[in-house]
Protein backbone atom coordinates (compact mmCIF):
# COMPACT_ATOMS: atom_id res chain seq x y z
CA UNK A 1 0.00 0.00 0.00
CA UNK A 2 1.89 3.24 -1.37
CA UNK A 3 1.33 5.87 1.54
CA UNK A 4 3.12 8.83 -1.44
CA UNK A 5 1.52 8.88 -4.79
CA UNK A 6 2.94 10.99 -7.62
CA UNK A 7 0.21 12.17 -10.09
CA UNK A 8 1.91 13.19 -13.92
CA UNK A 9 -0.49 16.31 -14.53
CA UNK A 10 -0.94 18.37 -17.86
CA UNK A 11 -4.54 19.30 -17.87
CA UNK A 12 -5.32 16.71 -20.12
CA UNK A 13 -8.62 14.53 -19.95
CA UNK A 14 -5.19 11.50 -19.35
CA UNK A 15 -4.14 13.52 -16.29
CA UNK A 16 -7.53 13.94 -14.93
CA UNK A 17 -8.27 10.06 -15.24
CA UNK A 18 -5.07 9.56 -13.47
CA UNK A 19 -5.90 12.27 -10.86
CA UNK A 20 -9.08 10.63 -10.65
CA UNK A 21 -7.41 6.66 -10.15
CA UNK A 22 -5.18 8.23 -7.71
CA UNK A 23 -7.43 9.81 -5.29
CA UNK A 24 -8.97 6.55 -5.25
CA UNK A 25 -5.73 4.93 -4.33
CA UNK A 26 -5.11 7.47 -2.23
CA UNK A 27 -8.58 7.33 0.19
CA UNK A 28 -8.24 3.66 0.51
CA UNK A 29 -4.90 3.95 1.57
CA UNK A 30 -4.61 6.93 3.51
CA UNK A 31 -1.86 8.10 0.79
CA UNK A 32 -0.78 11.42 0.30
CA UNK A 33 -0.46 13.19 -3.50
CA UNK A 34 1.79 15.00 -5.30
CA UNK A 35 0.29 16.62 -8.56
CA UNK A 36 3.72 17.01 -10.46
CA UNK A 37 3.29 19.37 -13.28
CA UNK A 38 6.07 19.91 -16.30
CA UNK A 39 6.44 23.09 -18.14
CA UNK A 40 7.96 22.93 -21.08
CA UNK A 41 10.25 25.80 -22.10
CA UNK A 42 11.36 26.69 -25.97
CA UNK A 43 15.20 27.20 -25.63
CA UNK A 44 15.96 31.16 -26.37
CA UNK A 45 17.90 33.70 -25.43
CA UNK A 46 16.48 36.06 -22.66
CA UNK A 47 12.72 34.68 -21.21
CA UNK A 48 12.05 31.05 -21.63
CA UNK A 49 8.79 30.83 -23.10
CA UNK A 50 6.77 27.77 -22.02
CA UNK A 51 6.02 25.60 -25.18
CA UNK A 52 2.34 25.81 -24.12
CA UNK A 53 0.23 29.06 -24.84
CA UNK A 54 -2.39 28.06 -22.03
CA UNK A 55 0.37 27.31 -19.29
CA UNK A 56 -1.46 29.87 -16.67
CA UNK A 57 -4.79 27.97 -17.26
CA UNK A 58 -3.03 24.52 -16.80
CA UNK A 59 -1.60 25.75 -14.13
CA UNK A 60 -4.79 27.19 -12.44
CA UNK A 61 -6.63 24.25 -13.17
CA UNK A 62 -4.61 22.11 -11.77
CA UNK A 63 -3.83 24.01 -8.60
CA UNK A 64 -8.01 23.56 -8.44
CA UNK A 65 -7.64 20.36 -8.83
CA UNK A 66 -5.25 20.14 -5.69
CA UNK A 67 -7.80 21.83 -3.50
CA UNK A 68 -10.49 19.88 -4.79
CA UNK A 69 -8.35 16.91 -3.50
CA UNK A 70 -8.00 18.63 -0.32
CA UNK A 71 -11.59 19.23 0.44
CA UNK A 72 -12.15 15.55 -0.22
CA UNK A 73 -9.76 15.23 3.02
CA UNK A 74 -6.23 14.02 1.10
CA UNK A 75 -3.39 15.24 1.20
CA UNK A 76 -2.39 17.26 -1.71
CA UNK A 77 0.80 19.18 -2.63
CA UNK A 78 1.69 20.72 -5.97
CA UNK A 79 5.46 20.06 -7.33
CA UNK A 80 6.27 22.12 -10.99
CA UNK A 81 9.27 21.43 -12.61
CA UNK A 82 10.50 23.62 -15.78
CA UNK A 83 12.76 21.84 -18.15
CA UNK A 84 14.22 22.67 -21.70
CA UNK A 85 15.17 19.35 -22.93
CA UNK A 86 14.14 16.08 -22.36
CA UNK A 87 10.44 15.91 -22.23
CA UNK A 88 8.78 15.70 -18.66
CA UNK A 89 9.24 11.57 -18.09
CA UNK A 90 13.22 12.52 -16.73
CA UNK A 91 11.22 14.94 -14.21
CA UNK A 92 8.46 13.43 -12.93
CA UNK A 93 10.81 10.11 -12.14
CA UNK A 94 13.51 12.44 -10.25
CA UNK A 95 10.28 14.18 -8.24
CA UNK A 96 8.92 9.91 -7.29
CA UNK A 97 12.53 9.38 -6.57
CA UNK A 98 13.23 12.30 -4.17
CA UNK A 99 9.66 12.19 -2.92
CA UNK A 100 10.43 8.50 -1.73
CA UNK A 101 6.88 8.04 -3.53
CA UNK A 102 5.54 4.47 -4.10
CA UNK A 103 3.68 4.57 -7.22
CA UNK A 104 3.32 7.12 -9.95
CA UNK A 105 0.06 7.64 -11.82
CA UNK A 106 0.00 8.83 -15.19
CA UNK A 107 -2.59 8.81 -18.26
CA UNK A 108 -2.30 7.39 -21.43
CA UNK A 109 -3.85 9.11 -24.31
CA UNK A 110 -5.01 5.76 -26.00
CA UNK A 111 -2.52 4.96 -28.30
CA UNK A 112 -1.44 1.29 -28.93
CA UNK A 113 1.39 0.02 -27.69
CA UNK A 114 3.37 0.62 -31.27
CA UNK A 115 2.02 3.79 -31.28
CA UNK A 116 3.65 4.71 -27.83
CA UNK A 117 7.01 3.91 -29.09
CA UNK A 118 6.73 5.56 -31.88
CA UNK A 119 5.67 8.83 -30.62
CA UNK A 120 7.74 8.74 -27.76
CA UNK A 121 4.49 9.17 -25.13
CA UNK A 122 5.60 10.27 -21.82
CA UNK A 123 3.75 7.34 -20.08
CA UNK A 124 5.99 4.78 -22.31
CA UNK A 125 9.21 7.05 -21.21
CA UNK A 126 8.22 6.94 -17.94
CA UNK A 127 8.00 2.97 -17.62
CA UNK A 128 11.65 2.24 -18.55
CA UNK A 129 12.90 5.35 -15.67
CA UNK A 130 11.04 5.30 -12.82
CA UNK A 131 12.46 3.87 -9.60
CA UNK A 132 8.98 2.70 -8.43
CA UNK A 133 5.71 0.94 -10.49
CA UNK A 134 4.24 3.16 -12.60
CA UNK A 135 -0.01 2.91 -13.32
CA UNK A 136 -1.03 3.94 -16.90
CA UNK A 137 -4.69 5.15 -16.36
CA UNK A 138 -6.21 4.17 -20.43
CA UNK A 139 -8.47 6.04 -22.07
CA UNK A 140 -11.80 4.85 -21.60
CA UNK A 141 -12.67 2.78 -24.94
CA UNK A 142 -15.87 3.46 -27.10
CA UNK A 143 -18.28 0.55 -27.17
CA UNK A 144 -19.54 1.04 -30.53
Known sequence: MPSKIVVGVDGSEGSD?????????????GASLILCHV???IAA???MAPLRADEPEVKASIEQQAADLRAQGIDTEVRSEAIILGGPA???ADVAEEAGA???VVGTRGHSAIGGVVLGSVTQRLLHLASCPVLCVPAPHDKA
Open 102 to 104: ELI
Open 90 to 92: RSI
Open 17 to 29: RAVAAAADVAKRD
Open 45 to 47: KGD
Open 39 to 41: VER
